[in-house]
């Protein structure tokens, strides 16, 4: 097996494009393997704004429920201070010591049974030590506690006697002076108490501890109510927040998703820097990415400028000396004309490894591949057409090589010509994407070979048959090449009936 005659490239498109390397391209390096939401900007800055509006809702919703929670108790104490306030007005002593109400208290829910307000009398007793024991609980009592008593305390402490109510009592602690108690009745439910001492102005009365009531579900019932409101609001409140916030971070993160889809247009090679106008924030990081754009194009030309230039000045000195060698005769112009061919190679050899070296580190390139396989197997069906060879080519319009189009040209020139040395009669060459790669494939009808000598064709100067015309170096150079792309290529058996070879290479 031997290297195919250099084919004339064919233009290739401009630009600059990043080279393949190992690891894959494309959309799967917009997923990590690790890491999880943590590697998402998008997903931190929505779990922290989120983390802040709960918490900030959070608290406003503690906040106004204990507020709320406050006023309404307050309410309620003002409105037991009222009752507690005409309690003190209307309460009297008979002749016959029994305690009576005049006028009655107009609130109807003291008739009621049970209705969760109440009012209780109690006789006291004054101590030595400045307090009451009671002598009389319950002397009187509102319809509304039934058969009931306020489970009051047998104690009581007041301030002393220093003010007269309207009726012309005497009020401890001051007039409107009262203290406030939680109670629980005999059904187990929580009461909220006002209670007072009263001093009558009578001779021998006895003082008195007036006690008003009602059920804490008074105050428990708006205070659910309010709370499921509030969560109402809150929520709606929250969630046009989220909302809100989602948004923001969709347009605020948009630029980032362009500047994405401009560095894929440059990756596939259909532009070779960043189009668009970007917010002042990403602009800067646009202007250096393109300059370093620039600086990789133009290192990469001067690169292929001066292997250009270094193998013209080999290949003048060398075409003097296979021309001077030539017109000789003898065993020293035999062994000049096999250094000179041999040398030959090697400048191919290595300027090919060179130039696909310097493509690995371009970006921009693409290179169609049907053109190509078109192209070379108008030539190839010229070079063998003593034999009756033809060449079939099966490709897509849309396939692409990410590489220059002179390595293209080199590699399948290799494989076609070699294909065409031991075919019968027909030679395949055929394209198509797979696995996210270019999978070029070449079969001939030839013999094959065995699977146990399919590694060997790819050693450098290997050849299977010496009578069949070559060096030996063309597979060796497909590979360097290939491998120098991050591809591979591998020796089969053809469908044919011949040797099959599966070239892989990165797709633009």
């Known amino acids: 097996m031997s290297a195919a005659p250099k084919a004339q490239a064919a233009p290739g498109e401009g630009g600059a494009r990043a080279a393949a390397d190992a690891a894959p391209s494309g959309p799967a390096h917009e997923s990590s393997a690790g890491g999880g939401w943590l590697r998402s900007l998008r997903a931190r800055l929505l779990a922290g704004a989120l983390a802040w509006i709960a918490l900030a809702l959070a608290l406003a919703g503690w906040g106004l429920r204990n507020l709320f929670q406050e006023h309404i108790t307050a309410q309620w104490q003002a409105q037991l201070a009222v009752q507690l306030d005409q309690l003190s007005a209307a309460v009297n002593l008979s002749p016959g010591g029994s305690i ?192 370093v754009l620039g600086e990789n194009a133009r290192m990469v030309q001067r690169a292929r400028t001066q292997a250009g230039n270094l193998a013209h000045a080999v290949h003048t000195p060398l075409s003097i000396m296979g021309n001077a060698a030539a017109v000789e005769s003898g065993p020293l112009a035999r062994l000049v004309q096999e250094q000179v061919d041999n040398a030959r190679r090697q400048v191919d050899y290595h300027l090919a490894r060179a130039r696909a070296a310097a493509a690995t580190r371009a970006t921009g390139l693409r290179t169609p591949v049907r053109p190509a396989m078109q192209a070379l197997a108008r030539t190839m069906q010229r070079l063998h057409a003593g034999r009756g060879v033809t060449f079939d080519v099966q490709a897509g319009e849309a396939l692409a090589f990410k590489g220059e189009p002179q390595d293209l040209y080199e590699m399948l020139g290799n494989l076609m010509d070699n294909a065409g040395k031991w075919a019968a009669r027909r030679i395949t060459a055929a394209a198509a994407i797979e696995g996210g790669s270019l999978l070029i494939t070449v079969d001939d009808d030839g013999p094959g070979i065995p699977a146990g000598q399919r590694q060997r064709i790819f050693q450098r100067g290997a050849r299977l048959d010496e009578n069949r015309p070559g060096s030996g170096l063309g597979l060796d150079i497909v590979r360097d090449m290939a491998e120098t792309y991050g591809g591979r290529i591998e020796a089969g058996e053809s469908p044919a009936g011949g040797l099959r070879m599966s070239l892989r290479l990165p797709a633009a």
Do not use: C, K, M
Not at 199 to 219: F, I, N, S
């Open 100 to 291: 009576t109400l005049v006028p009655e208290p107009g609130d109807p829910r003291l008739s009621r049974p049970l209705s969760g307000v109440y009012w209780q009398i109690d006789r006291l007793q004054a101590r030595g030590d400045g307090a009451f024991a009671v002598t009389q609980p319950a002397a009187a009592r509102s319809r509304s506690l039934w058969d009931q008593t306020l489970p009051l305390p047998a104690t009581a402490t007041a301030p002393p006697p220093s003010a007269q109510d309207g009726s012309g009592g005497v009020l401890g602690g001051g007039a409107g002076s009262f203290a406030a108690a939680r109670l629980q009745d005999g059904q187990g439910r929580q009461l909220l108490a006002l209670t007072r001492i009263l001093q009558l102005p009578e001779d021998e009365a006895p003082p008195l501890r007036l006690t008003v009531a009602a059920d804490h579900a008074l105050v428990a019932e708006p205070l659910q109510g309010f709370t499921r409101l509030l969560l109402i609001a809150l929520g709606t409140l929250a969630a046009g927040l989220a909302a809100a916030v989602a948004v923001q971070l969709h347009l605020a993160l948009r630029p980032l998703h362009l500047l994405r889809q401009r560095l894929a247009a440059v990756r596939r090679g259909e532009a070779d820097a960043l189009q668009g106008r970007f917010p002042q924030e990403v602009q800067p990081l646009v202007s250096e990415f393109n300059h």
